[in-house]
């Protein structure tokens, strides 16, 4: 179901406020407050709309309401703000206390538009004119210690696309192949003393057949 009307179209007051509806509200919320805006209208004894109510008091009505033309500071910082915030008035007013989102659109639209034009500047991205678009893609490669996140930001799409690539480890691996290292023969000299204190000298290594003959006197070797 759709939300009822605040009040009914047929019995309500329209076009430019009478300064005697002015002082009836001005009096009725500087006595109660504002209140619900849909009964409001009924209490003060006004036939307008709620909705024609709150925005006459917001914007026209209420005291802490700056008046004048904008200054230079103001201009400066709605150029910031927008910047930041785009066309979020209500928020931009937010930061500029006696302005209204309204006044201010008013005035971006008529005057600050126009500035920022005249500086070579566009007033939607806060970019000099004669910068060249960027691409169409940003890639971003973005790397950690078990994958690789790559990143694509595409300029038609307010949402980045994020694509998930295993990692490949970088194995700085040097193998060195060498031939097969044969050991040099070493002939070793093994002494050994018997009973009689001769020497007995043995080749290691050798392929020669020898043969041992022992006699009361020692050990002969015979090659």
């Not at 790397?143 to 694509?152: A, P, R, V």
């Not at 002494?191 to 043995?202: A, L, W």
Request: hydrophobic fraction near 30%.
């Amino acid at each position: 179901m759709g939300r009822s009307p605040c009040c009914e179209k047929a019995h309500t007051n329209k076009g430019a406020w009478t300064k005697e509806e002015d002082d009836r509200l001005v009096a009725y919320i500087r006595a109660h407050g504002e209140g619900c805006w849909r009964s409001l209208p009924k209490a003060a004894g006004l036939l307008r709309c709620g909705k024609s109510c709150r925005l006459r008091w917001i914007n026209y009505l209420r005291p802490d309401l700056k008046r004048g033309n904008f200054t230079q500071e103001e201009d400066e910082l709605i150029i910031k703000l927008h910047s930041l915030l785009g066309n979020k008035w209500s928020l931009i007013a937010g930061r500029l206390p006696g302005r209204t989102d309204n006044e201010i659109k008013n005035y971006w639209n008529t005057h600050i538009r126009r500035k920022l034009l005249s500086r070579g500047i566009d007033p939607a991205t806060h970019r000099p004119l004669n910068d060249p678009p960027p691409s169409a893609k940003q890639e971003e490669q973005v790397y950690s210690e078990s994958e690789s996140i790559l990143i694509i930001q595409d300029a038609n799409s307010k949402r980045p696309v994020v694509h998930l690539e295993p990692a490949c480890l970088d194995l700085n691996l040097e193998l060195t192949i060498s031939p097969p290292h044969h050991a040099d023969r070493s002939v070793s000299l093994k002494s050994s003393t018997d009973g009689n204190d001769n020497v007995v000298e043995s080749t290691s290594g050798s392929s020669s057949n020898s043969s041992t003959s022992s006699g009361s006197g020692g050990t002969y070797l015979d090659f």
